[in-house]
């Protein structure tokens, strides 16, 4: 072969070794990319934990049991058919990180309401409070906190109202965290 000839034959060829390369530079990059990338840690999904919870109240009646704040219908509710202070207790299976309150009000008439969010860690320590809902409310109005940082290692949640014109009842709780 001539020296014109071998250099036609490169650059005849030069398109293929380019795309070769570039092939070979974009396998390497994925390679890098994955080998850089921290394990993949399989975060808990946050569910309503209420709906597992073994639930206890003050006082009900057998038309109104606290089973029916958890069953996801806003037509039903529990009801202590009495005045405040009345409460509803959760009592989790096992302890939970949780992050955010969905309470939906049974309330006729409006008006002034305090309600406190107590947690404890175990069924027989001491509960503490957590969050203090409190002003003017209404049936079917809603009351949502998120706490700043989630609340860890909670086995038990009791919603006590402390304060209200009507009798105390709810038509929903939900209590959104992951069980350990």
Same mark, same amino acid.
């Given at each position: 072969?001539?020296?014109?000839?071998?250099? @036609?034959?490169?650059? /005849?060829?030069?398109?293929? !070794?380019?795309?070769?390369? /570039?092939?070979?530079?974009?396998?390497?990059?994925?390679?890098?990319?994955?080998?850089?990338?921290?394990?993949?840690?399989?975060?808990?999904?946050?569910?309503?934990?209420?709906?597992?919870? &073994?639930? &206890?109240?003050?006082?009900?009646?057998?038309?109104?049991?606290?089973?029916?704040?958890?069953?996801?219908?806003?037509?039903?509710?529990?009801?202590?058919?009495?005045?405040?202070?009345?409460? !509803?207790?959760?009592?989790?299976?096992?302890?939970? @990180?949780?992050?955010?309150?969905?309470?939906?009000?049974?309330?006729?008439?409006?008006?002034? &309401?305090?309600?406190?969010? =107590?947690?404890?860690?175990?069924?027989?320590?001491?509960?503490?409070? =957590?969050?203090?809902?409190?002003?003017?409310?209404?049936?079917?109005?809603?009351?949502?906190?998120?706490?700043?940082?989630?609340?860890?290692?909670?086995?038990?949640?009791? !919603?006590?109202?402390?304060?209200?014109?009507?009798?105390?009842?709810?038509?929903? !709780?939900?209590?959104?965290?992951?069980? @350990?």
């Amino acid at each position: 072969m001539t020296g014109e000839e071998n250099k @036609k034959a490169f650059f /005849a060829t030069m398109p293929g !070794i380019l795309l070769g390369a /570039a092939a070979f530079i974009a396998l390497l990059g994925v390679f890098l990319w994955f080998q850089s990338r921290p394990p993949s840690v399989e975060v808990p999904k946050e569910v309503n934990v209420a709906q597992t919870a &073994t639930l &206890t109240s003050s006082h009900s009646s057998t038309a109104y049991p606290p089973a029916l704040v958890i069953d996801g219908n806003l037509e039903t509710s529990w009801n202590a058919e009495g005045s405040a202070p009345q409460s !509803i207790d959760f009592e989790l299976a096992q302890p939970a @990180k949780i992050v955010r309150l969905h309470l939906v009000m049974n309330q006729d008439p409006a008006g002034n &309401t305090r309600h406190l969010v =107590l947690g404890r860690a175990s069924t027989t320590g001491g509960y503490l409070l =957590l969050h203090e809902f409190k002003g003017a409310t209404a049936d079917k109005g809603v009351l949502d906190f998120s706490p700043p940082t989630p609340w860890e290692g909670i086995r038990q949640i009791r !919603i006590e109202t402390a304060e209200s014109p009507s009798w105390v009842s709810w038509r929903e !709780i939900e209590i959104y965290g992951t069980l @350990k």
